[in-house]
């Protein structure tokens, strides 16, 4: 499973959901669905826009974390 920990990053720089999607174009529906970690896809375009806002690599916004068997 792909943990986002894109809601910690955003309290850490005092950023809100609504001004990251403002400045990302991303919808904030989309947004607020990887904050709680619902987002089903997540296009590598969007992924680059969040990290360009963010200053970030896509490793400091996700993690793996395996699945228990």
């Avoid at 499973?1 to 991303?26: C, D, H, P, S, Y």
């Avoid at 360009?52 to 699945?67: F, G, N, R, S």
């Amino acid at each position: 499973m792909i943990k986002f920990k894109v809601k910690v990053i955003l309290a850490m720089r005092e950023m809100t959901q609504k001004e990251l999607a403002e400045r990302t174009g991303i919808r904030p529906p989309t947004v607020s669905a990887i904050c709680t970690g619902s987002v089903k896809h997540l296009p590598i375009e969007a992924l680059n826009e969040i990290c360009k806002v963010l200053d970030c690599q896509p490793a400091d916004i996700m993690e793996y974390i395996p699945d228990e068997e």
